[in-house]
């Protein structure tokens, strides 16, 4: 079993990407995947007159500022796009593909942040209209059957929360949940980069591998969403998951790549 968390940075070759998974799964590979969809957004939102906004936490982690119409946004971009997008390259390579949100069949449940707190000219803002969280548990039941049935899996946010509603969840870290659960031998971390970098954007400095001990050190190299890389890594080995690796998809054969250990192997 495997979880390939496909990224939406700039410059990924997703044709490049679904063509080498789905040889994987022609093979006999029992693979869900996974992906968010922070960078469309960004674009959808723009397009739509609805600039993105982000929140600094006081802690100082940056989130999406999720309102219900940024929520919507979200949908589209991630349902109506990037899940359909995927399907479509999956099948287009013999891979029979269903797209499905976190919250269809309740497959990410998790908790909605009642409030959240933003730092703003040095002055703290309670913010109660948040449509954001965390999946806390994964249908993998759901999972099972589709996979049993020959299904390939292609899940993303909106998440759904314990009271119904329709939240945004960060992509890696509900794929490494999905691995944990799932009891996946491998989760891959796939993005616009060759791996964590000690001094990004240098890539002299690429991280090959990164033990369980030092998980910690690895997230202080890591900034903005790297960081969610390299903690959803960390929640994922600690669940039980062999190994992570963050690898580059903007190359042909990302997926064989990063299973031969190119990138940044957490293990
Ligand atoms: P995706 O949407 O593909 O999952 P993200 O944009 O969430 O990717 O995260 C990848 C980005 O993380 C890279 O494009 C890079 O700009 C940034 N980044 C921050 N710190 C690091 C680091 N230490 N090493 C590598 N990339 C980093």
Known sequence: MIVIKVGGAEG?????????AAALIRSGRRAVVVHGGSHATNTLSERLGHPPTFITSPSGHTSRRTDRRTLEILQMACRGVLSQGLVERLQRNGVNAVGLSGMDGRLWEGTRKEVVRSVKEGRIRLIRDDFTGTVDRVNVGLLRVLLDAGLTPVVSPPAISVNHEAINVDADRAAARTAAALGAEDLLLLSNVSGLMRAFPDESTLVPRVARSEVEAAAGWAHGRMKKKVLGAGEALS?????????????????????????????
């Open 239 to 267: 669940e039980g998951v062999r190994r992570v690796i963050i690898g580059d998809a903007r190359r042909s054969a990302a997926v064989t790549r990063a299973l031969a250990g190119e990138g940044t192997v957490f293990q």
């Open 12 to 20: 990924i070759d997703l044709d490049a990407l679904a063509a080498d």
